[in-house]
């Protein structure tokens, strides 16, 4: 079955890692259309790449879907994040019809406006101590590697869960998650009075929509591990959509539209 929204916003990507679900993504071109797509971040994983060179045949692909989309009349804007800063030097380029913006402001189809950033801007963590992200972003990669393998040994045993180690981790750390509530903080405190509903953003890999105070946080979450993604339908509504190769809303109370599971 295929989808066609206004906007479609897509973030952390990672293409160019091992870690990055290429294959799910791929299938959420596939059957979502838009009139305009929004790559919000840590599209190519510069820093994995720089490490070990890793592009395999599938990554390749999602990005010749995307330039298929953006030659057939679908408007591409790439936000670039902290993965992939060094395009941040290209702001307002247009590569094989993709946009280049550092950040953008949408308005959808009921008149509101919304801020698009990665959000890195925000993370005093990932602006201030670099080489402090960078191990994080290590230890989140092994704590993805080792959820494959428990996947794997699960699909051994026919045990069908969703189960993130990495997820897991990261809701009983409690210094995580006062990151997580310092980062969400840290951008509405930024934004609120600049005559915007809301921010779209990505980065923390923790897809929410969330009311702060009247002002609306909006993050796609990723595409290493819970596969997801933020829709506009035609009447400016907005979803949080999880993609398991069949779609499934988990979240979108804060614009008062239909939940389906």
């Not at 305009?36 to 890793?54: P, Q, R, T």
Request: glycine share 6%; charged share 25%.
């Amino acid at each position: 079955m295929n989808y066609t929204y206004r906007t479609i916003w897509i973030s952390d990507l990672h293409l160019g890692s091992t870690q990055s679900q290429a294959d799910v993504l791929l299938d959420f071109l596939k059957h979502n259309e838009s009139e305009k797509l929004y790559l919000v971040g840590d599209i190519i994983d510069f820093w994995s790449l720089s490490k070990k060179m890793y592009w395999p045949r599938d990554h390749n692909t999602v990005i010749q879907k995307v330039l298929r989309k953006a030659r057939h009349d679908t408007q591409v804007i790439y936000i670039p994040g902290n993965h992939d800063e060094n395009v941040r030097d290209y702001d307002n380029y247009i590569f094989g019809d993709i946009m280049v913006k550092n950040s953008d402001v949408h308005t959808t189809a009921d008149g509101k406006q919304f801020l698009i950033v990665h959000g890195d801007e925000y993370d005093t963590i990932a602006q201030c101590h670099k080489w402090i992200a960078k191990l994080g972003s290590e230890g989140y990669d092994f704590l993805l590697w080792v959820n494959r393998i428990l996947r794997v040994i699960r699909r051994w045993f026919g045990i069908q869960s969703n189960f993130s180690l990495a997820a897991f981790v990261k809701f009983k750390v409690k210094n995580v998650v006062q990151f997580i509530s310092d980062y969400e903080e840290s951008i509405v405190n930024t934004l609120r009075d600049q005559a915007l509903e809301g921010v779209i953003c990505g980065h923390i890999h923790h897809a929410e929509i969330k009311d702060i105070d009247g002002f609306l946080y909006i993050n796609t979450g990723d595409f290493v591990e819970s596969c997801t993604a933020i829709v506009e339908h035609f009447n400016g509504a907005l979803e949080l959509v999880k993609w398991q190769k069949t779609p499934v809303i988990i979240e979108n109370e804060a614009l008062e539209t239909n939940v389906h599971k």
